[in-house]
């Protein structure tokens, strides 16, 4: 599947959970010790402003060389975990649809545009799209249980 099918694909059927999960539930830890899922779900909104930028810049200069963000900050500066679930999962299904606009419009030539981020190796902008479904995937695996068909395995 193309890139940016797989981005409409995955932001539908990630939102549609999101707004599943009760509040009660949004507001508890994921493990003991750790982020709340609003806070899990408040960085996924973080990294995909970060990478908004990192994609849009990446495809107009044909370059990208940019910082890394501090995440903890950024979360605790949005105070992720005082607002209401609905009002995150809308703000993150409104950057997300807005993010996909952009992979959208991104040619498949400019996909191999270098990207600096940090001090870390360069990548591909395409292995920086991927790095980030990838992200999103890894921590809405995190907030969301597990779909009932999918844990009752098949025989």
Request: charge should be neutral.
């Given at each position: 599947m193309h890139l940016p099918e797989r981005f409409a694909k995955q932001i539908a059927e990630t939102e549609a959970r999101l707004r599943a999960v009760p509040e009660e539930d949004a507001g508890?830890?994921?493990h003991a010790g750790g982020w709340t899922r609003k806070q899990?779900?408040?960085h996924l909104i973080d990294s995909a402003a970060n990478n908004h930028n990192r994609f849009v810049r990446a495809s107009l200069d044909n370059e990208y060389h940019g910082p890394s963000y501090d995440q903890e900050g950024w979360v605790r500066r949005h105070r992720y975990e005082?607002?209401?679930w609905i009002?995150?999962?809308?703000?993150?299904?409104?950057l997300n649809e807005l993010l996909l606009?952009?992979?959208r419009e991104i040619p498949q030539e400019q996909y191999a545009v270098p990207c600096f981020i940090d001090n870390k190796?360069?990548?591909s902008l395409e292995a920086l799209m991927e790095d980030y479904l990838q992200h999103m995937e890894h921590?809405?695996?995190?907030?969301?249980p597990v779909p009932a068909q999918a844990s009752a395995g098949t025989t």
């Open positions: 508890l830890p994921y899990l779900l408040g005082s607002a209401p009002s995150i999962v809308d703000w993150w299904t409104t606009r952009v992979v190796p360069m990548m921590h809405t695996a995190q907030i969301l």
